[in-house]
């Protein structure tokens, strides 16, 4: 699925602590990378799940930000996600053990 990364990217930064002012998303993705190459044979075989934070990913702007960037698919099985609500990104565990998991 071709992802569109050059529309709007919402300005989602944490307000305190040592992270001020830094961007929540890329701060996630960063870790959720480093934890993949960190546990990349226990991600690859199954023994290990990706978990995602469901404040940042369960945002309602960064939602609409992703649907639109995937062209209103889903990103695991790129069936489309209009026809139905939108599902919390941690209530897709199912749906997710029932696609293969992506390597970032």
């Known amino acids: 699925m071709k992802i569109d990364k050059t529309g709007f990217k919402p300005k989602f930064e944490f307000k305190k602590g040592e992270n001020n002012g830094k961007d929540k998303l890329k701060f996630a993705t960063q870790e959720i990378q480093e934890e993949y190459l960190k546990y990349q044979n226990d991600y690859d075989k199954g023994l290990k799940k990706f978990h ?42 199912r749906h997710i053990n029932k696609t293969k998991m992506i390597k970032i």
């Open 52 to 93: 995602f934070d469901n404040k940042i990913y369960g945002n309602k702007i960064i939602k609409n930000a992703l649907k639109n960037a995937q062209n209103d698919k889903c990103c695991f099985c790129e069936g489309k996600i209009s026809h139905t609500e939108m599902l919390n990104i941690l209530d897709q565990k």
